[in-house]
């Protein structure tokens, strides 16, 4: 690593060019357009370009946007908070007391959820938490309830974490995984109590690990429309329940660019302020 | 301290977090096979009613087809896309990486939501969109960082003098990636196949957005869910997450049956 290369050969531009070339059409294509369109106007249903800031002054004068912008800063700020704490100790176990079979078993568990569908599992979420569903019927039988699950925050939060924790759990556990086992051992051989231990050896090294979990948690959260729609009731609406909805109603695709742009600038200030803290190495640590 | 209690307080624990991970899937399997219509506790009967209902439904069976398409080649693409980017951040230092790597590790931080408005109305600008390779291009952006992750991750295990060897021994640069890096990445590049399809297999805001007329089966899915509640949802998850398994499995079994091989 860190062979400084200035020659520009052949064989170092057939790795660095496709995904340039690929992402300048496929991605910053799109994103430059967006931004665009929320300066183009819509007439008849129909969108025309032009450079008015007509949808920008429609958009954040309304109380309604700021109320839904707040409402999903923290509802996903919840939910990745929620994610982090409750996915630890699992993590924590599986990665210093299990053995290495177990583990790759966990995580290899922990896969099989990207591989059926978010909606499906949303759905079953639906059935489970309904007045008369899966979990009050369980409920009933010792006695409680029925509670009112769906259309919650309750509701919203579960599924952000059907979403979430599966992903949240594997990158704990592979961080605290890759630790050198010798430098815990020495902290508690040094006299260091284990929630200490936990505290100033295990967390400062999986530090990048655990930042990139609860970045990813915040995203999926903050991006989603399926968990606050379905389970949530949408009666506070989030942002990309705004998004949906003013696509739907007349064809306002500038209008859901104004909120799209705003979603991402809040989301790139969170995420390179994260990023910076995760890749700044510490004091007197190995690279 | 840190005695038999934690040891079994912490197996309860694991256990819970499965249980959570597990239940929706577990039920959306029961409830597939059970006759009532919004399912509850104590259970109906038994019946493949379900089942039977989407076997014969034309449209279930295109959007199969079209989902294999779709997630098949996502995966190669971004796989390719993400061993090059992963492959030259390891490698070389350059003027501009920091830039270079945030366009491909962007994508995953701006929600889908948005990706699937931009990437609607820039395809249709082009005349690109209402494809079915619509979804693979727009795809391929949005999974090429997973694939580049894991990648990265094993390229990290990889002592940097392996390469320097080959080259020592007389290894051209290609001959060095094909007998050197490519083997050693070989489980990242399998994993990242698997991930990017299950990713694209899995994703439906965008698909629904840029597919126009072809639907893959996530977006059959989302209309039938928009509807009402209609237990046919449960058959064909349960199907999709019976193939997916299976090829995971598959590509589990290939793999490891292939690294013994090459240990003997």
Redesign the interface.
Known sequence: ??????RLDL??L???L???L???V??????V??VA?SFFVVRNYRMMEAFEFANWERMLTRGFFWDSYWYTLFVASLSATIAMC??F??A???AF?ASESVRRW?I??????????????????Y??L?E???LN??LGYIGLGPFRMLNTHFGTIVGY??LT??LV?ILQTVSMANIDKTLVEAARNLGCK?LATIWRVVLPLSKTGFIVAA??CF?LA????VAPF?LGGSQEPTL?IL??DT?KSGQQ?PR??VV?IM??LT??TI?FTAIALAYRKPKGARA | ??GRGL?IF??L??GL??A??????L??LV?SLNSQR?????LGEFTLEWYVQIWNDEDVWQAVRNSVIVSSSTAVLAT??GF??A??D?????RFKGP?LA??L??????????A???L???S??GLSGQLWSII??H??LT?PFAMALIRLRLHQMD?DLEAAAWNLGGS??QAMRHVIVPFCAPAIVSALC?TA??S??E??VSWFVSGLNKT??IV??EI?QGN?DPT??A??TF??LT??TL?ILA?VIFIGRQIKSHS
């Open positions: 690593m860190n062979i400084v290369n200035r064989y170092a057939t790795w660095r496709p995904i340039i690929w992402q300048l496929f991605f910053v294509g799109p994103v357009f967006m369109m409750v996915a100790p699992a924590w176990a599986l007391r966990a290899f568990l922990l896969v099989i959820p990207f591989f059926t569908s978010y909606l499906v599992r949303t759905f079953s979420w059935v489970i309904a008369s569903g899966v019927a369980m974490l059907t924790l599966p759990v284990p970045l990813f995203i903050f991006g989603d429309f379905y990309p998004i949906l696509t695709w859901a660019a799209a979603m991402m989301l790139f995420a | 301290m840190m040891n912490l197996g624990y694991v977090i499965f959570f991970v597990f239940a929706p899937i039920f959306s409830f919004f399912p509850t506790i104590p390719f896309l090059c980017t492959y030259s390891f490698r070389y230092n350059f270079y366009l491909i962007l994508p995953p931080t701006i929600p889908l939501i948005i990706m408005l931009a990437m109305a820039w395809l600008r082009i291009l727009a391929s952006v090429a940097p640069e290609w991930l299950a990713i297999f899995d439906f805001a089966v996530p899915i989302l869910v509640i949802v449960n064909i998850g999709v997450f997916s398994m995971v589990q």
